[in-house]
T-cell receptor, first 115, second 110 residues
Framework: ETGVTQTPRHLVMGMTNKKSLKCEQH?????MYWYKQSAKKPLELMFV???????ENNSVPSRFSPECPNSSHLFLHLHTLQPEDSALYLC??????????????FGQGTRLTVV | GQNIDQPTEMTATEGAIVQINCTYQ??????LFWYQQHAGEAPTFLSY????GLEEKGRFSSFLSRSKGYSYLLLKELQMKDSASYLC???????????FGPGTRLSVLP
């Protein structure tokens, strides 16, 4: 248990569906991240929020829409996804933005399958 | 540009020592992190280096040379449970995010 909780753990959705991924942390961190992990590829940064403000959008298609209502919660809204979007989606949080004792803590991830 | 390289796979024997190398080129640098990720699980933090030299933590040690853009993770007295992927990550303070390498899948054989 890392202190970062993601739900659901597994999700299967059709290309016309709308779903949301949820991430929650109660570690007092002020930065939260969404990463995509595809098979045999590096972790790809999708979005970064710092103090609830989005500071990074790494050229992610608009069918992925993040939301950060407060510093403890992060959502990823999904709509009209493609089969190539199937991957493990990892949420992470960190204190400040780099430096000692500011390692990222990861949630268990959501295994997404688009059919 | 951002680029982090690691070997894709390594194999070692239980009780042995293994060194996993990482080279990086990033816009900014504010620390290098090593993570362990077992299949189907979240990455977990192993070590952090920001100054040149060796950091030791039990059976695991991590080394950094900033001038060479190079780090390694040293695992001693290997155990079967050490079979996992090991991710090298740099905190890029220019882009303000963690940049991850592709990971090295380590298999420990009896």
């Amino acid at each position: 248990e890392t202190g970062v909780t993601q739900t659901p753990r597994h999700l299967v959705m059709g290309m016309t569906n709308k779903k949301s991924l949820k991430c929650e942390q109660h570690l007092g961190h002020n930065a939260m991240y969404w990463y995509k992990q595809s098979a045999k590829k590096p972790l790809e940064l999708m979005f970064v929020y710092n103090f609830k403000e989005q500071t990074e959008n790494n050229s992610v298609p608009s069918r992925f829409s993040p939301e950060c209502p407060n510093s403890s919660h992060l959502f990823l809204h999904l709509h009209t996804l493609q089969p190539e979007d199937s991957a493990l989606y990892l949420c992470a949080s960190s204190q400040d933005r780099g430096g000692r004792d500011t390692e990222a803590f990861f949630g268990q991830g959501t295994r997404l399958t688009v059919v | 540009g951002q680029n982090i390289d690691q070997p894709t796979e390594m194999t070692a024997t239980e009780g042995a020592i293994v060194q996993i190398n990482c080279t990086y080129q990033t816009s900014g640098f504010n620390g290098l992190f090593w993570y362990q990720q077992h299949a189907g699980e979240a990455p977990t933090f192993l070590s952090y280096n920001v100054l040149d030299g060796l950091e030791e933590k039990g059976r695991f040690s991590s080394f950094l040379s900033r001038s060479k853009g190079y780090s390694y993770l040293l695992l001693k007295e290997l155990q079967m449970k050490d079979s996992a992927s090991y991710l090298c990550a740099v905190f890029d303070n220019y882009g303000q995010n963690f940049v991850f390498g592709p990971g090295t899948r380590l298999s420990v054989l009896p």
